[in-house]
């Protein structure tokens, strides 16, 4: 829960700092587990950052993996910790589970720093979704979907 919600104080994350309740954090975990991955990056017996998702349950969606979220405390940003935690991810992706031929995500067309490293990791973008965002700034932007081809 704090990190989640020091990520999304920083405006990181899709979500308020409110809105990441137990129930949340539970849900994901759980799903992750159950279904997916989830990754924690930790140094010094402090988490630093997350990452999750899971394969699409639908039987013709079943070789897509998405529902990505990543978060990496504010104050371990630009450490190459987001990096390693999408490294661990596709790697484990490739070898746990074989189905999967295709990573999705989504990201706001103003994070240049996310985009410029799911770039660098071979994510390209495959379309954009029209003022899917509200900024609380009072303005609209757009969703960028992106994807990586695994197989």
């Known amino acids: 829960m704090v990190l989640y919600r020091a ?9 308020k700092p409110d ?4 129930a949340y954090v539970a849900g994901f975990l759980h799903q992750a587990v ?17 990452i999750h998702g899971w394969p699409m349950p639908q039987s013709q969606f079943a070789h897509v993996f ?3 979220t990543i978060a990496v405390r504010p104050e371990a940003q630009g450490q ?7 490294q661990g991810l596709i790697a ?5 589970l ?10 706001r067309e103003s994070n240049a720093r996310a985009i410029a490293l799911y770039e660098s990791l071979g994510f390209v973008v495959e379309g954009r979704l029209k003022q899917r965002v ?8 757009d969703d960028l979907a992106m994807a990586l081809l695994v197989r």
Request: proline letters at 2%; aromatic letters at 6%; one cysteine or more.
């Open 7 to 15: 990520a999304a104080a920083s405006g990181g994350l899709s979500r």
């Open 19 to 22: 809105e990441i309740t137990h």
């Open 34 to 50: 159950e279904a997916g991955i989830s990754l924690m990056a930790v140094r010094d017996g402090q988490v630093l950052g997350e």
């Open 66 to 68: 998405g529902d990505i």
């Open 80 to 86: 190459g910790v987001g990096r390693a935690l999408f």
């Open 92 to 96: 484990d992706i490739t070898t746990m």
């Open 98 to 107: 074989p189905q999967i031929r295709r990573i999705e995500l989504g990201c």
């Open 134 to 141: 509200f900024d609380e700034g009072g303005f609209y932007e």
